[in-house]
């Protein structure tokens, strides 16, 4: 049951796994850019659907930058 559990993280578990500061975090989740849910006052949030957005962001900035150096 403890793999399940670790499948969705808390807001403060997604900051030490990303290693980026909850505020950040905070101000992703509510502009909708980054994938989680609000249940009551508190995000929760599935760690394949972050490491599959983790990996669409990284893959969208390498395209992005690649345009721009052909520009």
Known sequence: ?????????????????LKISKSTLYKLATEGKLPGQKIGKRWRFHRAAVDRWLGNDVNKTLRDNSGREGA
Not at 2 to 16: G, N, P, S, V
Request: no cysteine.
């Open 1 to 17: 049951m403890a793999a399940r559990r670790d499948e969705i993280m808390t807001m403060d578990e997604l900051a030490e796994y």
